[in-house]
């Protein structure tokens, strides 16, 4: 399931979904959820403004869950992403995985996270309570998560 919204989305809906998709499949669902956070210690974020490539998006962030589903055993998958304006402390992503095994989903969850911030066309702008605003930049920190993956062989889990 991949949903691109403006509105608010219900973590333990989607959770529920997705058990109800995977069926008995599932022994384990790993999900990630984030938020808007201040920018800086000291600077608070007023808020988030997320905008994206329509369609293409949607396509980029379904290829990350086939590749996360292929790559481990996992049951099913969900990303929403919510795009628009957002205030400091409102839910922006989460992110499922659901699997026979904790492992395989750990890893899926995380490799969606990872991928979806280097390879999904979002782009974010950052206002700040003092008035400042800027477009937020793609950290190294991230790339490299992304190229981990990328560069790691990481075997499923047996039964």
Known sequence: MILVQEADFDGAALMRALRDTAGGQAGAIVTFTGYVRDYAPGEPTQT???????????????????????RWNLAGTVIAHRVGTL???????????????????????????????TRAPFWKREALASGKQFW????????????????????????
């Not at 988030?48 to 292929?70: D, S, V």
């Not at 205030?87 to 979806?116: K, N, T």
Request: aromatic share 8%; hydrophobic share 35%.
């Open 87 to 117: 205030h400091r402390e409102a839910q922006i992503v989460f992110v499922a995985a659901a699997s026979a095994h904790r492992g395989d989903a750990f890893r899926g969850c995380e490799y969606m996270i990872d991928a979806l911030k």
């Open 48 to 70: 988030l403004t997320l905008e994206h490539y329509p369609g293409m998006c949607e396509r980029e962030l379904e290829e990350i869950a086939a590749t996360a589903r292929r």
């Open 136 to 159: 937020v930049e793609q950290r190294q920190a991230d790339e490299s998560r992304t190229q981990y993956w990328n560069d790691t062989q990481i075997p499923k889990e047996t039964p």
